[in-house]
């Protein structure tokens, strides 16, 4: 296994600072086929500006990559020996074993260890302008995601696909008084798209899904205070 983090903070200037940040982790699979094991990376990014006292500026950006195999299932449930039900039972002594073989053998393939594909990215930041009694703060958001493992239910194989874009904006005035009476409003906005499907047997001509939205949008708005 090896898991390591780098961070290094670097002062550009009395009114500007950045920071990075590394991570790396890899480890062989637990399971017997080698399944469920990591190659993963993640870095972050971010800075922050200051001109005066009156501004302030923060803005950072993330991502993470996924590439090792993805986690089987295994049954659990039924008495190898009986067939019948046994809710601690294991096909198998070992619950890690996720082969079928030998008279647990499926018709649909042998079981293996399938890659994993998963990328993220995120960037976000926070804009603040102080005024005598109030803070006005804009906040803007960037979400991508995308995801599509193959893995094995068991003795099927399949794969999981999801994917996102989703954009935000907040603008917030807060007041800074230091009066009895505090008090903020602000706008918010989003927009999310998204696809997903859910497929079996894909490792077969009769490949289907069992679960598939081709185009998915949410929007929304909303005005606030307190």
Known sequence: MVHGTITQNIKASD???FRAAL???????YMTTGADSANDVSLRLSSLFNPNDALSAYFWAQGAGKYGE??????KGT???TGGFCEMCFL??????DTRTGKNAGPFGTTAAEANHYTNVIIGGQVDYRFANATLSYLPSYLYLDSRPNYWL???????IAHYNQFSQELRLTSTDSGPLNWLAGLYYYNMRSYSALALFV??????????VGANREQGYAAYGQ
Do not use: C, M, R
């Open 15 to 17: 009114t500007l600072a």
């Open 79 to 81: 008495n190898p020996n």
């Open 92 to 97: 198998s002594s070992n619950p890690w074993n």
């Open 154 to 160: 068991s003795a099927i194989e399949s794969s999981n």
């Open 23 to 29: 991570d790396y982790d890899k480890h062989q699979g």
């Open 203 to 212: 490792n077969l001509p009769f490949a289907f899904n069992q679960d598939s």
């Open 70 to 75: 993805s986690a089987n299932l295994v049954n």
